[in-house]
């Protein structure tokens, strides 16, 4: 349980999926830390890591691109968070909450446990399969007729709200227990899939994607947390056929 | 003063007063349309006008370059304008009202007449003498450490404050399943509840109540929509080993 004496959540970690361009990560990093923003972390980007490009275009922002981790997937990006936030434009066909900037940086701003956002590359966007391991969908409302945001500004845009959110200064805490970090989810995922596969549920094969993103999404939905997270692969295990101890 | 009977003022006008770059001008206009503005007015710019570099930053932004009108100083820029707002990060030493953008989009929104909001010339800002003819300054709060807008970022906060502002009169409907009737929740737990205890899983039965309740709350708590549920128990049915028709 959250007491008083937990403290607000941190500074949400700002996640580039397969950025292209070492100038824009770079810019990306200068948005950033114009508004107090410091964590970066980057999935496979194209380029390699560090580049050379990155440097220039931050402005001075150092810090931020020198303490940048790079992860394979995005699940290990966010492995450790408990709110993940996917920024995309384009209806997804996915049925999560759709937020704007300010609303997303409300709930960051109040939620226990540490929050993802995941901006995808510059010219494609995020993939659905991003998408599907965030629990919120962040579109900032634009002009239907011309929506042109680079990377930079999509991040700027976020890291602005969240740094007006933050100069609210009403720490809301939550009473209620934060959502298990994403790595505890993916775990109670992997045993029900590992357990549905075995049964022929994924039939027939061509709709199994579908399917599994479908699963994701309803036990992305609940926010679990860690202990709930427990108690269900505990139902997981008794469906099984394993026997719990018996003290 | 505004009045209720005042009608509410058109977009404001984007003045850049001696831009230096070409490429700058193109991503401020680029800024400017994301967000529904769509006239801008340049001061004296450095390099002449029209500038070359402006179409390509613009990303097909060329109505707003195409509209761009040039004029020798600010006083004429603004001459037809009831309210004029100064975008600066220094203190002035002049005594006019501080707006954050949020601010001063609400006043933009409000006000009659006409409204233009001034940006200085990316190395150096507004002068003194430019800030004079504003009736309010707006300074964007700004990590004090490191304080590093550039122009386009200047200008793309304001034009999504201001879009803000517009889009309050119309609130977005999330367009998200509402959760299932009570009556299909139910059918979710008394299958699973079911299931469970043919495996022993509510042990020792002093405890069972309070399992139960656990396991009512987990399941309560996402609010899945009639299709989540139906989605689930398919996943029961299969886990129990009854297959599913397969068409």
Redesign the interface.
Known sequence: MSTPADPPSAAPVIVLVRPQLGENIGKAA??M????LVEMRLVAPRDGWPNPSAGPAA???DIVLSGARVFGSVAEAVADCAHVFATTVRKRGV????L?P?EAARDIRTAAGRCAILFGPERSGLETEDVALARAIVT????PE????NL??AV??MA?EW??SQ?LAQPTLEAIDPPAPQAELEGLFGQ?DT??DA???Y??PERTPATRR??RT?LT????SAQ?IR??R??LS??E?K??P?N
Chains 1, 2 share one sequence.
């Open positions: 200068r948005a830390l114009n508004f107090g402005s001075g922002a049925t999560k909450p759709v704007t300010e900032v409302p634009i002009n011309f929506g042109s945001l930079a500004q700027i845009l602005y740094s007006k100069a029900l357990m549905l049964t022929g549920f039939h027939p479908t699963l309803l939905k609940p926010g679990w709930e108690t269900l505990g139902v008794a469906l056929g026997k719990r018996r």
